[in-house]
């Protein structure tokens, strides 16, 4: 409870700062107001945790990153998410063709949303595998469902639609697995 009321104080103080222009409602702010959150969070944990700070301190310095693990990680996720945008269009550019209703954006859409929404999609996809949370991609293939269902009236498009987010969610979730047999097997992983 008390963490709930630090975050509300820290979030009015923050609008208290802009409305009075001591503070410009930028980047900056935002940042600021990130780490701050952050870190009560982190305060909050090292006190439930009762994790005294030297001792925090001492096995973080013992952590040691694997290199090639890391590596991996960064490589899957740009390529899931980036490459995986381009292999979804080669893949889904046949089915325009064949008489899928143009998908043109129209004057009160966003430019290119559907290409950030696909990364965007990608991204949770292969971070809630990694994580262990299966049930978060169901939530993201309901809530892009409620946000498509008046254009669903049109079967082209419901087709072309699951078509295109299945293969997205399926790329996320290969990433996740390849990534977990990575980062938990030492079998695939290279050493130099």
Excluded: C
């Excluded at 208290?16 to 107001?33: E, K």
């Excluded at 006190?47 to 096995?59: C, K, N, Y």
């Excluded at 590596?71 to 998410?81: A, P, T």
């Excluded at 295109?164 to 969610?169: C, V």
């Amino acid at each position: 409870m008390s963490l709930i009321l630090i975050h509300l104080l820290v979030d009015h103080a923050k609008l208290a700062l802009v409305s009075s222009h001591r503070m410009a409602d930028g980047l900056g702010a935002f940042t600021l107001d990130q780490v701050i959150h952050a870190g009560t969070v982190f305060v909050a944990a090292l006190l439930i945790a009762r994790l005294p700070m030297g001792t925090f301190f001492e096995q973080m310095a013992a952590v040691r990153f694997d290199r090639v693990k890391v590596l991996w990680v960064l490589v899957v996720y740009v390529g899931i998410i980036w490459g995986g945008g381009y292999l979804l269009r080669y893949l889904t550019k046949p089915l325009i063709k064949r008489g899928v209703p143009e998908i043109q954006e129209g004057i009160d859409e966003l430019e290119n949303a559907g290409l950030y929404i696909g990364w965007l999609e990608r991204l949770l996809v292969l971070t809630a595998v990694l994580l262990g949370s299966p049930a978060t991609v169901g939530l993201i293939l309901t809530a892009k469902s409620i946000a498509r269902y008046p254009e669903f009236k049109s079967f082209r498009f419901a087709e072309y639609f699951l078509i295109g987010t299945l293969l997205s969610i399926s790329l996320g979730i290969l990433g996740g697995i390849f990534l977990l047999r990575v980062l938990h097997s030492p079998i695939l992983v290279v050493r130099p």
